[in-house]
């Protein structure tokens, strides 16, 4: 029985110590650019598209979505389309929300639109 203990104790500890993959709150910013990959590109195994976003005082956020880099966290069409209608929309802020892929690799997997506005107000929370 203490055996059996200790293995349990030694699994429960090692859980508690792992890596936790939440999701992540980015900085909002104003999207620089979008490449997206049709099933002919070179790099549409590696990822579906990717994101660039302007998060203000020189810094670039970049995110994946799909493919082997982001282990297949795809976003729909109608997601992809709005992210399209963002671009050059200086009224309204992407928040990216992601979580960890292959590598450093930042996977989009979900994200908050906020008129710009209002940024200062709903990203305090």
Excluded at 67 to 73: A, I, P, R, T, W
Excluded at 101 to 117: E, H
Aim: hydrophobic share 40%.
């Amino acid at each position: 029985m203490p055996k059996i203990r200790s293995i349990i104790t030694t699994l429960l500890l090692g859980a508690w110590a792992l890596p936790s993959y939440a999701d992540t709150a980015g900085a909002a910013g104003v999207i620089a650019d979008i490449t997206i990959n049709s099933e002919h590109a070179d790099d549409f195994t590696s990822r579906r598209g990717r994101l660039t976003l302007d998060e203000g005082k020189k810094q670039l956020g970049l995110y994946s979505w799909g493919g082997l880099v982001c282990n297949n966290k795809n976003l729909s069409d109608a997601e992809v389309a709005v992210l399209l209608d963002l671009v050059g929309d200086k009224r309204k802020l992407l928040q990216p929300i992601w979580t960890s892929g292959l590598g450093s690799t930042r996977c989009l997997v979900a994200y908050r639109v906020i008129a710009r506005k209002y940024h200062k107000v709903l990203t305090s929370e």
